[in-house]
């Protein structure tokens, strides 16, 4: 099993800055691609962005291209979302994902439990 632990969401304003954590435990870190998605209240989960197991490789999602930039220390066991120019529209509650064979949006192994991101206008 592994667990998975974020932080670091809150309130900003619009054009606001913020940067998630979300820390792994139970397993070898470096075996699993890690990925960040999103749910607002009424709508379906969204893919935020995803790394390879050794952070060669990351997909964003169209929403947040440009804006936010997912990194991760496999020494800390971390994986980080840095999210610049926030818009309200990216308010939802943020869950980090870790999966031993996808890195995509389909990647659905094991998911922390989330954390809240509000954009006040």
């Known amino acids: 099993q592994v667990q998975l632990m974020e932080s670091g969401g809150g309130l900003v304003q619009a054009g606001g800055s913020l940067r998630l954590s979300c820390v792994a435990s139970g397993r070898t870190f470096s075996d699993y691609a890690m990925g960040w998605f999103r749910q607002a209240p009424g709508k379906e989960r969204e893919f935020v962005a995803s790394i390879s197991r050794g952070g060669g490789t990351v997909l964003y999602g169209n929403s947040v291209k440009g804006r936010f930039t997912i990194s991760r220390d496999n020494a800390k066991n971390t994986v980080y979302l840095r999210m610049n120019s926030l818009k309200p529209e990216d308010t939802a509650v943020y869950s980090c994902?870790?999966?031993?064979?996808?890195?995509?949006?389909?990647?659905?192994?094991?998911w922390g439990q989330g954390t809240q991101v509000t954009v006040s206008s």
């Open positions: 994902a870790a999966d031993s064979q996808r890195m995509s949006s389909d990647m659905n192994e094991y």
